[in-house]
């Protein structure tokens, strides 16, 4: 097998990509242009140093938690812990993610919402969404969201606009539920033995991680926004992480599966169209805003389906990414990934 690296640790034309030991992903030979940056190849298309360390920093604060060290020294990374290191558990979080929003971003571009389907591509707009921003400050006109993105709040707010145009798109073609499906959700829906109030709430949240203070200083600007007539729905899509949808389904006294206790209580306060204090639950601060109640029994057909739709849809695109994770032909720069860093 023929391996060539510049003396930088950059692939070259001839170079030789070692598989990832990932169940499921598939392992096939695969050449690559010069590409400086690159951690590894996702169907050809590269995951560079800076979408990595894009993720590492999004899993840190979650691997520390997990192995609760007695302190955050020097040794902590790499110290085994039942057979496994920080650093490995990191590294491999942040890859698997990497992963999974890559064959996400193929799929928009296939669908044609998105002409270059990297990361680095979307970030390169950062600076120039940061300067837009800064002349609509100047020019008194309402700015929805932060005055300037951070890189992990831009690509949150970038990549969560596009998950629900891409969940558009596919739920009017080939994940779009048949009759018969929905027929089956709504009666497993009204023959449920648990039955309280549907609630549907909007949702903004600010993560704890890294700064607690910051997020809770964060969650009290915005809240301060909607008192001044700010639309929560785009305060929320500018804000709130990729994985935290705008919208849940709630019930007063049996929320979503997994639901923290706080979140349901909260939602459970509120009448349509109340909005929340800020409050924290689920690893960060939320603010709230109910757009519909009803007693089960008050819920129509016309009413749940709808409802059922969505959750039919998003199971489905679900179903989906992870079919495209298994197909997925994945590939690592050795030395690349070797010589990154965590700390």
């Given amino acids: 097998m023929l391996c060539r690296f510049s003396a930088t640790g950059q692939f070259s034309t001839a170079a030789c990509l070692v598989g990832l030991a990932v169940p499921g992903l ?4 695969s050449r690559v242009p010069e590409a400086p940056f690159t951690v590894a190849l996702v169907n050809g298309q590269p995951i560079t140093e800076r979408m990595f360390k894009h993720m590492l920093r999004r899993f840190r604060a979650e691997v520390i938690g997990e ?5 955050l020294d020097s040794a902590f990374w790499d110290t085994p812990v039942r057979g496994r290191t920080p650093r490995d558990v ?20 296939r669908e044609g919402l998105l002409e270059h389907p990297e990361f680095d591509a979307i970030m390169a707009e950062l600076p120039i969404e940061n300067q837009r921003r800064r002349e609509a400050q100047r020019g008194g006109q309402v700015i929805y ?51 309280p109030d549907a609630i549907v709430v909007q949702r903004i949240f600010v993560p704890a ?46 929320g979503r599966k997994g639901s923290d206790p706080i979140l349901v209580r909260e939602a459970g306060r509120l009448q349509p169209g109340q909005i929340s204090q800020t409050f924290e639950a689920e690893g ?13 029994s008050q819920r129509s057909p016309e009413e749940v389906l709808p409802i059922l739709r969505r959750k039919l849809i998003d199971q489905a695109y679900e179903a989906l ?3 495209q994770i298994r197909g997925a ?15």
């Fill in 321 to 323: 990414v992870d079919r």
């Fill in 90 to 109: 990191l590294k491999k979080r942040a890859l698997a993610e990497c992963i999974r929003i890559g064959v996400q971003l193929q799929m928009a571009s």
């Fill in 284 to 296: 960060g601060f939320n603010i709230l805003k109910c757009t519909s109640r009803k007693p089960f």
């Fill in 26 to 29: 598939q392992a096939t030979p």
């Fill in 145 to 195: 969201g932060p005055t300037q993105f951070t890189e992990d709040t831009y690509f949150s707010y970038r990549f969560s606009n596009l998950l629900i145009r891409l969940k558009e798109r596919l739920g009017a073609q080939e994940l779009a539920p048949s009759r018969q499906d929905l027929k089956r959700a709504y009666e497993r829906e009204i023959t449920s033995r648990h039955r």
């Fill in 209 to 254: 991680l890294p700064s607690k203070e910051a997020a809770r200083l964060r969650a009290q600007e915005l809240q301060k926004s909607l008192g001044t007539g700010a639309h929560f729905d785009a305060l929320a899509l500018a804000n709130n992480p990729a994985d935290i949808p705008l919208e849940l389904s709630l019930g007063a006294s049996k």
């Fill in 329 to 343: 032909r994945v590939r690592k720069n050795p030395k690349s990934w070797d010589s990154l860093g965590v700390e």
């Fill in 67 to 71: 192995f609760s060290p007695p302190a």
